[in-house]
């Protein structure tokens, strides 16, 4: 049974979360990632050492990992989605929900990952893990086994594919375009098949016709 106690706790977890990876990169941004330590770290977020370990491994996993209890909380948040909603719809909340905590971080995070290559492989390693216990909720919300049948790992596919093409093309258009706008559409054209989209007209290039450009061959 959830108490008020528990949501508070709960609450503040995720608060210290958040203060300790936004200090992680702050700093990262400010001094760069190899003049920041651990310490520093806990240090801005107000935290003791042994809290900073209790959230994350290592002040890389502190830009672009997850702690182990913060991916088991997301995994909830999807099992515990109306019974009734697509899967593909209850992993769009989630992901919504993932980037809501932090929305305010990514375009600092991407800079401090352009800056620092090595924070890649982490970067995925960690994205990899979360994926997987949404490929194991969805399992377990279609009754469905993530050994044998493709679906569970289909759908979250399309559905962290559809949030990283978002954050890329976020990225691409200097971040000016509205996020949330960005990331219904993804989701909507994934949920629609993705329909080729009509080509749009470019200024200055006149159309020819097969038929033109044909006859002009043979001139």
Do not use: C
Not at 171 to 190: I, N, P, T, W, Y
């Amino acid at each position: 049974m959830v108490t008020s106690d528990t949501g508070r706790r709960e609450r503040k977890k995720l608060q210290t979360h958040v203060a300790l990876r936004s200090a992680a990169l702050r700093l990262s941004g400010e001094r760069g990632l190899q003049r920041v330590t651990v310490e520093d770290i806990a240090e801005a977020a107000d935290v003791s050492l042994r809290t900073f370990y209790a959230h994350f491994p290592s002040k890389e996993d502190a830009i672009v990992g997850f702690d182990a209890s913060r991916v088991e909380d997301l995994r909830l948040v999807l099992l515990n989605r109306p019974i009734d909603e697509a899967p593909l719809d209850s992993l769009q909340f989630v992901l919504h929900e993932l980037h809501v905590e932090s929305s305010e971080q990514w375009p600092l995070r991407m800079r401090v990952i352009e800056t620092n290559p090595s924070l890649l492989p982490r970067m995925f390693a960690a994205f990899a893990v979360f994926e997987r216990a949404m490929i194991e909720a969805i399992a377990e919300r279609t009754h469905t086994d993530p050994a044998t049948d493709l679906y569970p790992a289909l759908v979250t596919a399309a559905a962290t594919g559809a949030f990283r093409a978002v954050i890329s093309t976020w990225r691409s258009a200097g971040e000016k375009l509205d996020f949330d706008d960005l990331f219904a559409s993804a989701f909507e054209q994934v949920r629609n098949g993705l329909v080729r989209p009509t080509p749009k007209p470019v200024k200055g290039v006149r159309k020819t016709s097969h038929t033109s450009a044909a006859k002009s061959v043979e001139k």
